[in-house]
């Protein structure tokens, strides 16, 4: 079945990039996506990449798909003590009707 | 842009009550809605798909009799906890996809429960 794989901590030092990995199994995987939960609160849609496109950058958010591998990253530059949260990676195919497959979560810690 | 609305965001109930939480997609219609519950452990476990007009999709181990789904229009989903007991405490998300190849996933801002 469809499994999604992440790390599961994160520590940087402000200032610095964080990259935030991700595996996929489905293999048709139309869609990934990039979540941020912060504590107590919903998921909060980051920035989703087409499976027919190996980069995506929006603001300080890069992402990076190598659909060879099945691998996605998520890459925040310049990384400030309010990106400290859960971001979930997620893989579904193009179809309204079917969720969303997540990955367990990855805690960013950033310090100052 | 499109946005989803979780209500309420936190209940307190007693063991053998229930509980209904709904999931409003506010400017858009959202013919499938689906139903998410997070565990302490932070993965998100997809609870049952909300079908508009017809009955809900649940995955596998879920009791479709204790959480109904109920999807009455194409703007509300309500998910009841019935009889609910402690172990049912947990963070339930509601979700819908946008435009018909749903290329955009929106959360609600979840319901957390808690049954004492």
């Known amino acids: 079945g469809e499994d999604v794989e992440q790390s599961l901590f994160l520590s940087v030092r402000e200032g610095d990039s964080s990259v935030i990995n991700c595996t996929y199994t489905?293999?048709?995987?139309?869609?990934l996506y990039w979540y941020k939960q912060e504590p107590g609160a919903g998921l909060q849609l980051l920035t989703y990449?087409?499976?027919?496109?190996d980069m995506k950058q929006d603001q300080r958010l890069t992402v990076l798909l190598n659909k060879k591998d099945k691998h996605l990253s998520l890459r925040i530059a310049d990384t400030q003590t309010g990106d400290s949260a859960i971001y979930f990676c997620?893989?579904?195919?193009?179809?309204?009707?079917?969720?969303?497959?997540f990955g367990k979560g990855t805690t960013l810690s950033v310090s100052s | 842009g499109a946005v989803v609305s979780q209500h309420p965001s936190r209940v307190i109930c007693k063991s053998g009550t229930s509980v209904k939480i709904e999931c409003r997609s506010l400017?858009?219609?959202?013919?499938?809605m689906f139903w998410y519950r997070q565990f302490p452990k932070k993965s998100l476990m997809l609870m049952a798909t909300?079908?508009?007009?017809?009955?809900?999709?649940?995955e596998q181990g879920v009791e479709k009799d204790k959480f109904l789904i109920n999807h009455a229009s194409l703007t509300l989903s309500t998910l009841t906890v019935t009889s609910a007991h402690p172990e049912d405490s947990s963070f339930y998300i509601c979700?819908?996809?946008?435009?018909?190849?749903?290329?955009?996933?929106?959360f609600g801002q979840g319901t957390r429960l808690t049954v004492v």
């Open positions: 489905d293999s048709s995987s139309t869609y």
């Open positions: 990449i087409f499976s027919n496109m």
């Open positions: 909300s079908n508009e007009g017809s009955k809900a999709t649940y």
């Open positions: 400017d858009f219609q959202a013919t499938t």
């Open positions: 997620a893989e579904s195919s193009n179809q309204a009707g079917t969720a969303l497959i």
């Open positions: 979700s819908a996809r946008l435009g018909l190849h749903g290329t955009e996933a929106f």
